[in-house]
């Protein structure tokens, strides 16, 4: 795939860009070891002063930077400066809690008094360069949310951001230079995936993470598995929403709207699959497909677009594939589920209802402003159903009934579970999935020790 600016509205080409040769990425990789062997010693004072003036500059640059992105990706402009609102947001959240967080911790003494100890104590410490392989659907977000708790761990970063955001990519090492950080601190690779296997490899890259497609989580884990390097994967998903009788079914459908087609329905914890009790199904199904089909598709320029493009032609033509599968094998269309005429890559927001298992939409992840519909006896066949899934990335739930939130927090297979509202992530959450969404966490106190050596520190009498 060449590294280039495309706008998904119209399909033109903007900005191309020439992959870095070897002998840059070596220069690189030099001034990544070199520079951490500095930076490591600096303090939390320091780190969360260079961060905080990132969190400035951005805020300043939020106009830019969320034209950038929209016109690279297609995300609507109002999302994209969201977007770079929360970057800074997290930003100075890791640089006021980093030092707490990463506190040395001091089990009590009577508890290591038979190891010998006179006193002893656990310590966080930065392991290095570590290799981030970053996604074109949140293109800030996704890099910031590990930056942000990396930089102020003491590691240094190295991105490998997806091709066709290119120009945001670059924006970020600009962003962290501006901000005060030397070079080395935050680097980026504009390289072709081919390369991140060789990098991954090289002993001076100690860690790695990725999110994106569960092929590209294959690949980095297996690479990194070889060469015993710790990683953590944020990989696809298909979120359930769940919708039980007690629950306010219009907030819920309007609620659900929002939940589905954010990021243009591009996002790996949007919920996709929408579980309702049979008591409050044709209700809800009414409402859903109702706004589903109601919102403003067109320029993601435009203030009041509500959907823009999709990211890719073979973003639509994979979306495409899937609801013409499911339309051929019985699925009701409530609304959309056909391609629009006209430039650009435009899908419109669609609503599938009698989804059954040996539809594709069932099992593979629709990554488009496409929802797939299904009805529940009980709260154990809408729980069956919601873990009836190679994903576990979060998922939501609407009743007003604690037994059962109770029973969804206990059995839902997901990394989150978010009772009466949309899932969303916050830098004081930890985020992160199970099953074939990944592994590890980001943000919160346990983003931050991901990446850190674990050091237990022990004195003798």
Request: hydrophobic share 40%; charged share 25%; glycine share 8%.
């Amino acid at each position: 795939m060449p590294i280039a600016t495309v706008n998904p509205a119209n399909g033109e080409t903007l900005k191309t860009y020439e992959a870095m040769g070897e002998e840059e990425l070596e220069r690189r990789l030099q001034l990544a070891e070199a520079t951490f062997r500095t930076y490591r010693t600096t303090g939390f004072a320091e780190r969360a002063r260079l961060l905080t003036r990132a969190a400035e500059l951005l805020d300043e640059d939020r106009d830019e930077i969320a034209r950038i992105m929209t016109t690279e990706m297609g995300k609507p402009i109002k999302q994209a400066r969201a977007e770079a609102a929360k970057c800074a947001k997290a930003m100075r959240w890791y640089a006021e809690n980093a030092e707490e967080l990463l506190a040395d911790e001091r089990p009590a003494d009577a508890d290591v008094k038979d190891s010998g100890a006179s006193r002893a104590l656990v310590r966080y410490r930065p392991l290095g360069p570590v290799l981030a392989v970053m996604p074109w659907n949140f293109p800030l977000w996704q890099v910031v949310r590990f930056a942000a708790p990396a930089l102020m761990a003491g590691n240094v970063g190295l991105l490998k951001h997806a091709s066709n955001v290119p120009q945001t990519a670059l924006y970020l090492e600009d962003l962290f230079h501006r901000a005060g950080f030397t070079e080395g601190c935050f680097q980026t690779l504009l390289i072709g995936s081919a390369a991140v296997d060789e990098i991954l490899r090289d002993e001076r890259v100690k860690a790695a993470t990725l999110t994106g497609s569960e092929p590209a989580g294959r690949a980095v884990a297996s690479t990194a598995s070889d060469m015993i390097k710790k990683t953590v994967l944020e990989l696809g998903g298909s979120d359930p929403f769940v919708v039980m009788p007690s629950a306010d079914v219009d907030r819920a459908a309007d609620v659900a709207v929002t939940a589905r087609v954010q990021n243009n329905g591009q996002s790996c914890i949007a919920a996709k699959r929408f579980i309702v009790h049979t008591d409050v199904y044709d209700a809800f199904a009414e409402r859903f497909a109702e706004r589903m089909n109601a919102l403003k598709i067109g320029d993601p320029l435009e203030e009041d677009t509500e959907v823009g493009p999709l990211s890719s032609e073979q973003g639509r033509t994979d979306l495409e594939e899937l609801v013409d599968d499911a339309k051929r094998v019985g699925a009701t269309v409530l609304c959309g589920g056909e391609r629009p005429d006209g430039p650009g890559w435009y899908y419109p927001p669609t609503v599938l209802a009698d989804i059954h298992r040996e539809m594709r939409i069932h099992r593979e992840e629709a990554f488009g402003p496409v929802a797939t519909l299904y009805r529940a006896g009980d709260l154990d066949e809408a729980i069956l159903i919601a873990n009836d899934s190679p994903f576990g990335l979060s998922s939501n739930v609407w009743t007003r009934d604690e037994a059962e939130v109770d029973r969804f927090v206990q059995d839902l297979e997901a990394g989150g579970v978010f009772v009466n509202g949309m899932t969303a992530s916050h830098p004081a959450l930890p985020f992160g999935g199970v099953k074939r969404s990944g592994y590890g966490r980001e943000l919160s106190g346990h983003g931050i020790r991901e990446f850190c050596n674990i050091t237990t520190v022990w004195h003798g009498a």
